[in-house]
């Protein structure tokens, strides 16, 4: 964010206090226990939360470990509920006086989407969301992205295939430069691992099938979204099972789903003798 927008005052009055808020409780606590340490996770967009909640959760349980959940805007829902999380928009940091002396504490900074600042001191980890790739618009972008990661420590990654994809792409976008590049760690997927647990804990019987691809603007040359249609009217031609459409969260956003309505009436009308089942999950990708 390059200009303070005088729209978004609200945001900008409650990053400071909040601030100001954690600056004063990281003193206290620290000030009674000397060996704690303090996470930042952080919640830039709305996405799936709770495989990340579960690892909070976990984490909350060594007495030497103060948490802060950071959410903005475009993020409260769920995160708001939590304890101790607070509202902070880090694209305000620049504007806000003292904000790295308010965050000059922060021992681990952690979150699920790309970040662009960070505090001062802290060691950053970025859990990437995605299972094979990371999901571009366009080359100007990925780089733009790459150019994030040079400020992390530590990049958590779905498998092998996407750690050597991450290498490659260093090494393309910074191949004239010597810069410190993040550790690349294949944790295995977190989210898809969460997610199975959950399935796991249903009995009733498997008898549907579900659509679920990614937001309709990226990489539509990809994207199965283009093809929906053709994809629906060939599985009924060979299942009798349910067919579950289920939108991308972001499709259904006022700033970027304008057609997603548009898009379900066609598909009814064109496939008058099947049901979709629109299933939408809050804060689920």
Do not use: C, W
Request: aromatic content about 14%; overall charge positive; proline content about 3%.
């Amino acid at each position: 964010m390059k200009f303070l927008n005088i729209r978004n005052l609200e945001s900008y009055i409650l990053t400071f206090f909040n601030l100001l808020k954690i600056y004063l409780i990281i003193n206290r606590r620290f000030k009674n226990n000397k060996k704690l340490k303090f996470i930042l996770f952080y919640f830039p967009v709305k996405t799936y939360q709770e495989n990340i909640l579960d690892l909070v959760k976990k984490m909350k349980k060594n007495k030497n470990i103060f948490i802060f959940l950071i959410y903005n805007k475009y993020s409260s829902s769920g995160i708001s509920k939590q304890k101790n999380s607070l509202l902070i928009d880090f694209g305000y940091l620049r504007f806000v006086p003292f904000s790295n002396i308010f965050l000059n504490k922060i021992n681990l900074f952690i979150s699920n989407d790309v970040a662009y600042i960070y505090p001062p001191k802290s060691t950053n980890i970025y859990i990437s969301h995605d299972i094979t790739d990371i999901q571009m618009v366009n080359k100007e972008m990925e780089k733009k992205v790459f150019s994030a990661f040079l400020k992390i420590d530590y990049i958590f990654l779905s498998s092998d295939i996407v750690v050597k994809d991450f290498i490659k792409k260093f090494k393309l976008f910074f191949k004239k430069k010597k810069l410190r590049t993040p550790k690349l760690i294949n944790t295995g997927y977190l989210k898809l691992d969460h997610v199975k647990k959950k399935l796991n804990l249903f009995k009733n019987k498997r008898d549907s099938i579900v659509i679920a691809p990614t937001a309709r603007f990226y990489k539509k040359e990809h994207n199965i979204s283009t093809d929906l249609e053709n994809i629906i009217d060939n599985l009924l031609k060979f299942t009798k099972e349910k067919i579950i459409y289920r939108p991308h969260p972001v499709d259904l956003t006022k700033k970027k789903g304008g057609g997603i309505t548009i898009l379900l009436k066609e598909l009814l009308i064109n496939l008058i003798k099947i049901k979709i089942f629109q299933q939408i999950y809050q804060n689920h990708i």
